[in-house]
């Protein structure tokens, strides 16, 4: 891909502009056809849907991998923006509630079932089987709901442009209860562990700045939610469980387990 300029890169792919409407995702040899071709299936209904995100052209192969051309959005990160222009944080975060509200407003069918891969995610996660027992029979008694869920909602995933928005990197799109996905987010702005090449000082200002995102941004999403936001108690323990069984810095995982086990209070 030498020809192409590498514009971003995340944990499934890297991404290469083809030319100045097109890029090509270029999926890491070791991602699934079942995988790819989950990510072009839902993208592809989500344009059809009219939600915020790039057109999706085609699947090619490229060097033996597997890729999807997509809509080449001249955006830049949510993540970025807030790095370079703190000041913007608040407005950010309202503008991802407001996303997470839209997106929940979309009843879907056909989608994998949140419940079903956060079943596996807990099965998988390495805590003792006593909690996973706990946490399997909470998953159990959450309500079925078919509410259209992101799956990894969080600022690295929106493209931010002056006049429009775009949501990407779909491939944990499920059916759900819309709190799982609120959880989830909350989770990652809460743990997500930090770059290593920031300081110590500079992660203590990120961490500041985090923590008030994510005040505003839940209360902005609860406001106008049909949820309290005290019900995210149930839903962020199964979250965090499912968390465990992905490859994540050992530290966050720490991190989540002692949070996880506070939570639970066993
Ligand atoms: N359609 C697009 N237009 C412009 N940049 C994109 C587009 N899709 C992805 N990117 C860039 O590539 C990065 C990785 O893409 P993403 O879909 O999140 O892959 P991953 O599944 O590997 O996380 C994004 O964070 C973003 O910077
Ligand atoms: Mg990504």
Known sequence: MSEHTRIGSGRTAEVYAINDDKVLKLFHPSVSEATVQK?????????????PVPTVFR?????NRKGIVYEYIKGTAMT??????????????????????????????????????????????GLDARLKEKLQNTLDGI????????????PDNILWKKQSIHIIDWLDATCGHPLLDVARTKMLLEHSALPDDLGR?????????????????????????????????????IVMAARMSETIPDQEKDVIRDALIQKVNI
Not at 39 to 51: I, P
Not at 80 to 107: G, Q
Not at 208 to 224: H, W
């Open 143 to 154: 309500k079925d709901a078919t509410i259209l869920c992101h799956g990894d909602f969080h």
């Open 39 to 51: 990510e072009y299936d839902v993208s592809k209904r989500l344009v059809a849907m009219d939600m």
């Open 59 to 63: 699947r090619i192969e490229k060097d």
């Open 80 to 125: 970025e923006v807030i790095a370079k222009k703190p000041w913007k944080a608040r407005k950010a975060a309202r503008l991802l509630a407001n996303l997470h509200l839209n997106m929940h407003a979309h009843s879907v069918s056909s989608f994998p079932r949140f419940k079903d891969v956060l079943r596996v995610g807990i099965d998988r996660s």
């Open 201 to 237: 000082f500079e992660k203590r200002i990120v961490t500041i700045i985090r923590r008030s995102f994510l005040r505003t941004y839940l209360k902005t999403y609860f406001k106008r939610s049909a949820y309290d936001k005290d019900a995210l108690v149930i839903y962020e323990p």
